[in-house]
T-cell receptor
Framework: KNEVEQSPQNLTAQEGEFITINCSYS?????LHWLQQHPGGGIVSLFM?????KKHGRLIATINIQEKHSSLHITASHPRDSAVYIC?????????????WGAGTKLIIKP | DAGVTQSPTHLIKTRGQQVTLRCSPK?????VSWYQQALGQGPQFIFQ???????QRGNFPDRFSGHQFPNYSSELNVNALWLGDSALYLC????????????FGPGTRLTVT
């Protein structure tokens, strides 16, 4: 079993829909990251969370440390949101050394 | 404030050749991590540099080596290139004692023919 699990693996939705991507992890963490990667492109850091909730524009990320679960929400989705969204964690006591990566969720927003 | 920069953006090499990729961290960051991302796969951790030393290494052969300079920029060197080394190489910067947030560069696309 992977230490970081994402669901769904693939998601196709219509423009304007509310999107939720989930991430569950099995290790103790110092931080959880949500990242975005467009096809053929580099990785962009969206959020880093250690507790609670963060919002940036139409993106919202939440984390429940007790349940070891995080969600990424996109409100009023747009075709330009189409990308792979990746959840990754910084293991507790491992500082910055390396991230443990989820497999990613491929999101397609149709106009 | 410039973010993480990488050069070159694209590179084509022949099997057996050597390649050097470069990364400049975000201003204020002193730690650089390198990742390899093969097509359709997730990133794989290569190594991390802090205080000009390799602090941790992933499961990569000695053909992969690196260096960090006093200005915190870093190089990734790959010797004796294989076809399987074709990938997107990502650099991420962070602060060693900070909030663990990693900022990623745009990557260097390496193609080995």
């Amino acid at each position: 079993k992977n230490e970081v699990e994402q669901s769904p693996q693939n998601l196709t939705a219509q423009e304007g829909e509310f999107i939720t991507i989930n991430c569950s992890y099995s290790v103790g963490i110092s931080a959880l990251h949500w990242l975005q990667q467009h096809p053929g492109g580099g990785i962009v850091s969206l959020f880093m969370l250690s507790s609670g909730k963060k919002k940036h524009g139409r993106l919202i990320a939440t984390i429940n440390i007790q349940e070891k679960h995080s969600s990424l929400h996109i409100t009023a989705s747009h075709p330009r949101d189409s990308a792979v969204y990746i959840c990754a964690v910084t293991p507790y006591m491992d500082s910055n050394y390396q991230l443990i990566w989820g497999a990613g969720t491929k999101l397609i927003i149709k106009p | 404030d410039a973010g993480v920069t990488q050069s070159p953006t694209h590179l084509i090499k022949t099997r057996g050749q050597q390649v050097t990729l470069r990364c400049s961290p975000k201003s204020g960051h002193d730690t650089v991590s390198w990742y390899q991302q093969a097509l359709g796969q997730g990133p794989q951790f290569i190594f991390q540099y802090y205080e000009e030393e390799e602090r941790q290494r992933g499961n990569f052969p000695d053909r992969f080596s690196g260096h960090q300079f006093p200005n915190y920029s870093s190089e990734l060197n790959v010797n004796a290139l294989w076809l399987g080394d074709s990938a997107l190489y990502l650099c991420a910067s962070s602060t060693a004692g900070g909030t663990y947030e990693q900022y990623f560069g745009p990557g260097t696309r390496l193609t080995v023919t």
